[in-house]
């Protein structure tokens, strides 16, 4: 029985290693504090002259209106999004980002850019209102679609290890775009309040009150639902392999032409007649929400079927137990762990029991890449240390899990055998170990053959079998290796485990 070390050796460093943790050769505008420092500056900016530009247009009063209308809907989006997310929750920052972009940097592009541009076709075309509709429905897509684009985009190249699917694309898509959607709806809200003070309406008859029904209780998802496109395409290219390097840049371009199209077409609902605009609405914009909404809906249950199906492999190395997948494999049975964590041990252990979930679930994807060829160079030191955080938290995690699984496993019919049977309570007394045993709750813990390896054992336990310096925790009938007779539940002798990366 070979023993693995607890860690694997770390890859050495390009160049030499690292002194006192930071690259030798290492630039001043390569420090995280600078671009940190950089990015706060820059989206500080643009929300004083945001600020200013839209205090300007709608007057003090008009703002404080706006404003205070405008804020109704953003908490249900950006909680919407968040539900969304909780399977495996992003950073906050990558939340805050996104909305401040949207509402600072992307608004004061498209001010900028639509005024300008609308200006210069009425001055070329000496046709004021052909200027406003081209404006509307060309200019104004594309402007601002790219603006948001941009907030999607750096979190794709910078913030990559927090961006790993569909999901990920759609949250910080969508965020964006309700940041965004906040400012524009403060800007026209605010000149609509200014209109009924010139023409002294009041109500229900009011442009405000129209302008409120229209923007903020018909249609608060129009901007978020364009953007999401383009976060789709970003995500599908997060989903892609390293080496496919033409899908990765095709898809997210056409997800930002169909943003760019349904935003066109939306814009100028308007002009298509008297009931043009609830034409459009109903026949184009409801639809498409609801078949976003699915499609969301079931990536996300998808993402909790790779979590049930990757995490038994951990289970059968030993560093999960085998009710884990089960429980991390459903949003009820997480909740119930960290409320059982929350009411026997206190806030904290609720916190950190939520942070092994997070944890597991990235693990579980990452497998999942991995076993698909799209993992990055960093699989191994990835797992290293996704593993060694849920060992860090398993005193605390394992008996909300265990609890949680007992709470929600469904009710399996057991059949007596007409011999006695002796063993744990909840664990079932399968074939041997490594041979598709089964855990008490119904779900198998044996891994599926050609997978890739498992990173070594937990820290002071054994691990069996193979592997180049670090082996499988599990073992293959003895038919798949000379030398195994019968009863022999590992392999005599060590056997080549696949690369993750190939």
């Given at each position: ?12 460093y390009?160049?030499g ?8 050769h ?21 929300g ?35 539900w969304?997310d ?6 906050w ?5 996104a ?28 046709d ?15 402007v ?25 694309g ?11 959607a ?10 609509a ?19 409120f ?26 989903l ?6 033409l899908?990765?840049v095709l ?9 760019m ?21 109903a ?25 049930r199906e990757?995490l038994p ?8 137990t ?23 041990l206190?806030?904290?252990a ?14 579980a ?10 993992a990055?160079?960093d699989?191994l030191?990835r ?31 057991v ?9 744990v309570y909840g664990?079932?007394?399968?074939p ?5 045993h089964?855990?008490g ?8 053959y050609?997978?890739?390896p ?49």
């Amino acid at each position: 029985m070979a023993i693995s070390p607890p860690f694997p050796p770390c890859p050495p460093y390009p160049g030499g290693a690292p002194e006192d943790g930071v690259l030798r050769h290492a630039h001043w505008w390569q420090h995280r504090w600078v671009r940190y420092g950089a990015l706060i500056t820059l989206l500080t900016l643009s929300g004083l002259v945001i600020l200013a530009l839209v205090r300007e247009q709608t007057g003090t009063e008009g703002f404080l209106v706006g404003l205070g209308l405008a804020v109704l809907p953003v908490p249900l989006l950006v909680a919407a999004f968040r539900w969304l997310d909780r399977v495996e929750p992003g950073p906050w920052r990558n939340l805050v980002f996104a909305f401040a972009w949207g509402a600072c940097a992307a608004a004061l592009i498209a001010i900028i850019a639509n005024s300008f541009a609308t200006r210069w076709i009425a001055t070329a075309t000496a046709d004021p209102s052909s200027a406003d509709t081209l404006g509307a429905t060309v200019i104004a897509p594309i402007v601002e679609e790219s603006a948001k684009a941009a907030a999607v985009l750096l979190v794709f190249l910078f913030r990559r290890r927090d961006f790993t699917g569909i999901v990920d694309g759609v949250v910080i898509a969508g965020v964006t775009a309700t940041g965004f959607a906040f400012t524009e709806n403060i800007l026209y809200l605010g000149t609509a309040f200014g209109t009924d003070q010139l023409t002294g309406d009041t109500g229900i008859a009011s442009v405000t009150a129209a302008t409120f029904f229209v923007r903020v209780i018909m249609s608060p998802f129009a901007h978020p639902l364009f953007t999401v496109l383009t976060g789709i395409g970003f995500g599908v290219a997060a989903l892609s392999g390293d080496r496919q390097h033409l899908r990765r840049v095709l898809v997210p371009l056409c997800g930002l032409l169909l943003a760019m199209g349904m935003h066109a077409l939306w814009n100028g609902s308007s002009s298509f007649g008297e009931f043009g605009f609830f034409a459009v609405y109903a026949a184009f914009m409801v639809p498409a929400f609801g078949l976003l909404t699915w499609l969301v809906v079931w990536t996300r249950q998808r993402e909790l079927r790779t979590v049930r199906e990757e995490l038994p492999a951990y289970t059968a190395a030993g560093w999960l137990t085998p009710a884990e997948p089960f429980a991390l494999g459903s949003m009820r049975a997480r909740r119930l762990a960290r409320e059982y964590a929350g009411r026997h041990l206190g806030k904290p252990a609720a916190r950190e029991v939520a942070r092994y979930e997070a944890y597991a679930t990235s693990l579980a994807f990452l497998r999942h890449r991995g076993r698909r060829g799209r993992a990055g160079a960093d699989f191994l030191v990835r797992e290293r240390e996704l593993l060694n955080e849920l060992w860090r938290r398993k005193d605390v995690a394992r008996p909300a899990l265990d609890h949680a699984a007992r709470m929600t496993a469904p009710p399996v019919r057991v059949t007596a055998p007409p011999w006695p049977l002796y063993g744990v309570y909840g664990y079932g007394q399968g074939p041997a170990h490594g041979q598709g045993h089964t855990s008490g709750f119904g779900h198998p813990t044996a891994p599926v053959y050609g997978s890739p390896p498992v990173y070594g054992s937990p820290p002071g336990q054994p691990s069996y079998g193979y592997g180049p310096g670090y082996q499988y925790g599990y073992g293959y009938p003895a038919a798949h290796g000379p030398g195994n007779g019968p009863g022999t539940p590992y392999p005599s002798g060590p056997y080549p485990a696949p690369h993750p990366h190939q």
